[in-house]
């Protein structure tokens, strides 16, 4: 949202289940095939997809001053219903924070249609919670533009940053890196965040060029000199660059607020969920490899989620799952009274969904 953006009163929007649906798929495909690698002895392989995990330790920078972790039950194993040898998967109630940003490569992004290299950003910004059993989840968009109170958090030098009043959401990233993400975002919600997980998006952009590039029809012309982007509605098939330039822009749609965006979003991941589905990954190891390492190479994570296992961990506790069960909502909020082109939260509509995760 720019200075020129003005949008009513109530924001709140639902994704469809039949993108969740392939989205589901796909990312089995791709753990599948990951998990092929490995267990081939390619030993090399394994060891360099690891290495491109980035991590940053959320809990040592935020220390005790947190949320209450949720309390897990038992385990299957613990209750005696699994073999006793048998490592018992997850299935307490989780939180995990998802940032969309372009801090890997400032300058990468700037060519790419996005940043600049000024600094890091955080566009997108999702809650991703998991009921005790792991079989319902609910996704929560915050808009970038929220006015919040961000409080004091630890800076990456060491330092630490003033409580600001009536800040806008992303900037908690801009001043602090994940560790204020983290903290803004439990200071908003009372909810600890048990994970963190940071998707670049330069990185994701290599993902669209290692399968192939992805096909997506946009309703209407958009002409978007900020992202570099100009099409005529209609079907298009997208490169890399051009799809990253379709996740940023808003500038040429709609009202340029972020619901426009947030609908081309939905349209692409589920576009990249059909490609991935479609392709036959494991019939060609070459572009397996060449997947994963676009996958694993656009994340950062907190240091419970930096390697193969414990995301393979993750993935497996989540196999009840079903896409039916997974709602996609957006935090409520309304125009803020002291600007127009920034929103609230709308209360007590965002306490109460909040209050429901916890």
């Given at each position: 949202?720019?200075?020129?953006?003005?949008?009513?009163?109530?924001?709140?929007?639902?994704?469809?289940?039949?993108?969740?649906?392939?989205?589901?798929?796909?990312?089995?495909?791709?753990?599948?095939?990951?998990?092929?690698?490995?267990a081939?002895?390619?030993?090399?392989?394994?060891?360099?997809?690891?290495?491109?995990?980035?991590?940053?330790?959320?809990?040592?920078?935020?220390?005790?001053?947190?949320?209450?972790?949720?309390?897990?039950?038992?385990?299957?194993?613990?209750?005696?219903?699994?073999?006793?040898?048998?490592?018992?998967?997850?299935?307490?109630?989780?939180?995990?924070?998802?940032?969309?940003?372009?801090?890997?490569?400032g300058?990468?992004n700037?060519?790419?249609?996005?940043?600049?290299?000024?600094?890091?950003?955080?566009?997108?910004?999702?809650?991703?919670?998991?009921?005790e059993?792991?079989?319902?989840?609910?996704?929560v968009?915050?808009?970038?533009?929220?006015?919040?109170?961000?409080?004091?958090c630890?800076?990456?030098?060491?330092?630490?940053?003033?409580?600001?009043?009536?800040?806008?959401?992303?900037?908690?990233?801009?001043?602090?890196?994940?560790?204020?993400?983290?903290?803004?975002?439990?200071?908003?919600?009372?909810?600890?965040?048990?994970h963190?997980?940071e998707?670049?998006?330069?990185?994701?952009?290599?993902?669209?060029?290692?399968?192939?590039?992805?096909?997506?029809?946009?309703?209407?012309?958009?002409?978007?000199?900020?992202?570099?982007?100009?099409?005529?509605?209609?079907?298009?098939?997208?490169?890399?660059?051009?799809?990253?330039?379709?996740?940023r822009?808003?500038?040429?749609?709609?009202?340029?607020?972020?619901?426009?965006?947030?609908?081309?979003?939905?349209?692409?991941?589920?576009?990249?969920s059909?490609?991935?589905?479609?392709?036959?990954?494991?019939?060609?190891?070459?572009?397996?490899?060449?997947?994963?390492?676009?996958?694993?190479?656009?994340?950062?994570?907190?240091?419970?989620?930096?390697?193969?296992?414990?995301?393979?961990?993750?993935?497996?506790?989540?196999?009840?799952?079903?896409?039916d069960?997974?709602?996609?909502?957006?935090?409520?909020?309304?125009?803020?009274?002291?600007?127009?082109?920034?929103?609230?939260?709308?209360e007590?509509?965002?306490?109460?969904?909040?209050?429901?995760?916890?």
């Amino acid at each position: 949202m720019t200075g020129e953006d003005e949008h009513g009163d109530d924001r709140e929007v639902v994704a469809g289940h039949g993108g969740r649906r392939r989205l589901l798929k796909a990312a089995g495909a791709v753990l599948a095939g990951v998990l092929v690698l490995c267990a081939s002895g390619a030993g090399w392989a394994y060891w360099h997809l690891g290495h491109n995990i980035k991590s940053v330790d959320i809990d040592s920078a935020l220390g005790d001053d947190r949320p209450a972790r949720a309390v897990p039950t038992p385990s299957a194993s613990a209750t005696g219903s699994a073999s006793a040898s048998a490592a018992p998967l997850p299935s307490g109630a989780l939180n995990i924070l998802v940032l969309g940003s372009d801090s890997r490569s400032g300058e990468r992004n700037e060519k790419l249609g996005g940043g600049d290299s000024g600094g890091a950003r955080s566009d997108t910004a999702m809650v991703v919670h998991l009921d005790e059993g792991r079989r319902h989840a609910t996704v929560v968009s915050i808009p970038r533009d929220t006015l919040v109170t961000r409080p004091s958090c630890p800076t990456p030098s060491g330092g630490t940053t003033a409580v600001a009043y009536g800040v806008m959401f992303n900037s908690a990233y801009a001043v602090g890196g994940p560790a204020c993400a983290v903290k803004t975002v439990e200071s908003m919600t009372d909810i600890r965040m048990d994970h963190y997980i940071e998707i670049d998006f330069a990185g994701f952009a290599d993902l669209v060029d290692a399968v192939g590039g992805v096909t997506v029809t946009t309703d209407e012309d958009i002409d978007d000199d900020q992202s570099h982007l100009h099409l005529a509605a209609g079907e298009h098939h997208l490169d890399g660059t051009r799809a990253l330039a379709l996740a940023r822009t808003r500038h040429g749609i709609g009202d340029g607020s972020d619901l426009g965006r947030i609908g081309l979003q939905q349209k692409l991941v589920k576009a990249l969920s059909a490609r991935i589905s479609a392709t036959d990954l494991l019939a060609d190891p070459a572009r397996l490899y060449k997947v994963a390492d676009a996958v694993t190479g656009s994340l950062t994570t907190d240091t419970g989620l930096d390697s193969l296992g414990e995301l393979s961990k993750l993935g497996r506790s989540l196999k009840g799952l079903s896409s039916d069960a997974v709602e996609t909502v957006m935090m409520p909020v309304v125009t803020a009274p002291t600007d127009h082109n920034r929103v609230v939260a709308r209360e007590p509509a965002a306490t109460e969904l909040w209050k429901s995760l916890r």
